[in-house]
């Protein structure tokens, strides 16, 4: 069955960094896009960014040059390493692949993606 595990979630204080990791099993890990996704309290979801099969990046303008996604396909391991966090930080993070099919597909519903993990928490607070 396969899986996607989140862990590193933690509370915070402004100007910190943290960095967050997505474990995969049960699939082609290195086939498969890798997304981040954050979903604020009260607020619909957000696209954080990816990196595709080919390890290009892709970042939302919220977080590029303080966010940075790497993955190790050895491991089957996804990251995200968040700098400079701000209180607007704070959501549930989640991470999600899609099968590589050549466009990478910035989206933000779970139904867009063949596996969704179950998020965890980051609190930007001082």
């Known amino acids: 069955e396969a899986h996607l595990v989140e862990s590193g979630g933690d509370l915070v204080k402004p100007g910190d960094s943290l960095t967050l990791s997505c474990a995969a099993s049960?699939?082609?890990?290195?086939?498969?896009?890798m997304t981040w996704v954050r979903r604020p309290p009260g607020v619909k979801p957000e696209w954080v960014g990816a990196?595709?099969?080919?390890?290009?990046?892709y970042y939302a303008n919220s977080v590029k040059g303080r966010f940075s996604i790497s993955r190790d396909n050895a491991e089957k391991m996804v990251y995200l390493q968040m700098n400079s966090l701000k209180p607007e930080d704070t959501a549930v993070y989640f991470c999600?692949?899609?099968?590589?099919?050549?466009?990478?597909?910035?989206?933000?519903?779970?139904?867009?993606?063949?596996?969704w993990g179950q998020g965890t928490p980051v609190t930007v607070s001082s």
């Open positions: 999600a692949g899609r099968y590589h099919i050549g466009t990478l597909v910035a989206g933000t519903d779970q139904a867009e993606f063949h596996y």
């Open positions: 049960g699939f082609a890990f290195e086939k498969y896009d």
């Open positions: 990196i595709d099969r080919d390890g290009n990046t």
